[in-house]
């Protein structure tokens, strides 16, 4: 048999800093959910939907000469044309002013409700499953017995002991609703309280406030960001429904709720007097819900690939 000249042969080199190197880079939790939420077309959608919606509810009153509360009994009930883009109401005010005014309401006690919501919830929840015991027992009961009181009676309570305004309807709004982040603050928090983690900052002297705002909650904060998406729109839509009841801001300010419960009993003869805001109410809540959908399937490790 012939012999195989050892120069045809090159011997492999090992480098041991070749075999330890990492190919693909690592991903931190965050960034890697950011790709993922990117990859949801619709949630991105929401994105822009209502980065357009801010933007008009900023610089859409700005966009015509008309003021919001000026009346002009001469042009009521105008259709939408070139001079009332959206036209006009019983009283003569443009609809696009108002619209867009109404927009700045809707979002700031959607967004107002939201944030007090977490702020209670949060501290509440993350207390009581952290400390446990009858510390957990005596808080959960209490917001259990304030979630029993039924939610319309005590906001017409509200209304009628204090002025309407944004302030009482941002507090009938809250006073109940952060019972719902609390229930699951708490479900985290007891899931996440005996790790590791928290065991060695409790071994190294850690008290309490620093591991909960610096362990417990930061690793609960999807579950956190998703229930806020999703409270957002409910705050829009109990406005709308409390203004339908007219139980909403006074005149002349106006907001998606109260402008389609003025429209209502217009919508035979005058149907673009609902029909603006009722649509921007149903896009808003749906731009809100198709984020925290997104955001829910982006955090949940489960379809992770």
């Given amino acids: 048999m012939q012999q195989i000249p050892k120069n045809m042969f090159e011997p492999a080199s090992i480098d041991a800093r070749e075999a330890e190197r990492i190919s693909k880079p690592s991903l931190s939790f965050w960034k890697d959910v950011t790709i993922r939420f990117r990859k949801n077309k619709l949630a991105m959608f929401g994105i822009v939907l209502l980065v357009l919606l801010v933007f008009m509810a900023i610089f859409g009153p700005m966009m015509t000469p008309y003021d919001y509360k000026t009346n002009d009994l001469l042009n009521s009930n105008q259709p939408p044309s070139v001079d009332h883009w ?9 609809m696009f002013t108002r619209t867009w005014e109404g927009a700045r309401i809707s979002l700031f006690i959607g967004i107002s409700a939201a944030l007090i919501d977490l702020f209670i919830g949060v501290l509440w929840g993350s207390i009581a499953g952290y400390r446990g015991g009858r510390t957990d027992e005596y808080m959960m009961r209490f917001a259990d017995i304030l979630w029993g009181v039924p939610y319309l009676l005590l906001v017409i309570l509200l209304m009628v002991v204090l002025d309407q305004g944004l302030g009482t309807m941002i507090l009938a709004m809250t006073i109940t609703g952060w019972i719902n982040m609390a229930r699951i603050v708490r479900g985290q ?3 996440l309280k005996n790790q590791e983690y928290v065991l060695a900052a409790q071994t190294l002297g850690a008290n309490t406030s620093r591991i909960l705002m610096k362990h417990l909650v930061p690793n609960a904060m999807g579950p956190i960001l998703v229930t806020m998406t999703l409270t957002i729109p409910s705050a829009i839509f109990t406005e709308s429904f409390l203004s339908y009841l007219g139980l909403g801001v006074p005149a002349p300010l106006a907001s998606w709720g ?3 419960s003025d429209g209502l009993p217009a919508l035979k003869y005058y149907p673009w007097r609902i029909f603006f805001p009722a649509t921007f109410i149903c896009l808003t809540i749906f731009a809100f819900n198709v984020i925290g959908d997104g955001l829910r399937d982006a955090l949940d490790p489960r379809l992770r690939k």
């Fill in 189 to 191: 928090i007891l899931q």
């Fill in 258 to 260: 109260t402008m389609a």
């Fill in 86 to 94: 959206f036209g006009t109401d019983d009283l003569g005010r443009d």
